[in-house]
Nanobody, 124 residues
Framework: QVLLVETGGGLVQPGGSLRLSCAAS????????MAWFRQAPGKEREFVAR????????YYADSVKGRFTISRDNAKNTVYLQMNSLKPEDTAVYYC?????????????????WGQGTQVTVSS
């Protein structure tokens, strides 16, 4: 059984930082590209960032480029999302996802496994 468990969400003031973690089990982690998506109330789930199996290839949505950093530790079966300079519009439930597809995927359909999500709220 594949499990992806996100942690690290919470309430933060604008301009603050948070680090999300996603621990994976039940799969060979290094065989999967990993990604973060987010979904705000009343909106579609949107792509945030993606990292390749080895970590050598990374993609970001334009809305987070320069503020967010995705990374992974294959020895710990964990992917991270460091979020800096947070804005109120970053408020959403953040999900990690795993894809066995080689080509970079930025849509939901490219990911076979999903976590349950962690809430990030940016507010003063």
């Amino acid at each position: 059984q594949v499990l992806l468990v996100e942690t690290g969400g919470g309430l933060v003031q604008p301009g603050g930082s948070l680090r999300l973690s996603c621990a994976a089990s039940g799969l060979t982690f290094s065989y999967y590209a990993m990604a973060w998506f987010r979904q705000a109330p009343g909106k579609e789930r949107e792509f945030v960032a993606r990292i390749s199996r080895s970590g050598s290839s990374i993609y970001y949505a334009d809305s987070v480029k320069g503020r967010f950093t995705i990374s992974r530790d294959n020895a710990k079966n964990t992917v991270y999302l460091q979020m800096n300079s947070l804005k109120p519009e970053d408020t959403a439930v953040y999900y990690c996802a795993a894809s066995s597809v080689m080509a970079p995927q930025t849509t939901r359909g490219g990911y076979a496994y999903w976590g349950q999500g962690t809430q990030v709220t940016v507010s003063s």
